[in-house]
């Protein structure tokens, strides 16, 4: 499953949204995900992907708009913090 796959499936099991709604394009507002949510959809990855979310400013979630940003984030997450496992597939 690819780090893009497991980011949907958590944001479908977490908000009940339509896979296809799911693209990378597609803005986390128009998916009533807000920065709030946001933030618990991190404490979600952190548990998947094995990886601590460090504490940032909230500026640096608000820079988060689509599933593509947030699927990029966890990525750099993973390489920094398991660079076995960055850049193919993830297995939360």
Known sequence: ?????????LLKANFDLAPETLQ???????LAIDSLAVIEVL???????KV?????PAAL???MTTVGD???YVEKLIAEQHPAMAGGEATP
């Open 1 to 9: 499953m690819t780090t893009l796959q497991s980011v949907q499936a």
């Open 24 to 30: 990378p394009e597609a803005k986390l507002a128009d």
């Open 43 to 49: 404490f979600a990855v952190e548990d998947a992907f």
């Open 52 to 56: 601590t979310v460090p504490s940032e």
């Open 70 to 72: 947030l699927v990029a």
């Open 61 to 63: 979630h608000n820079q």
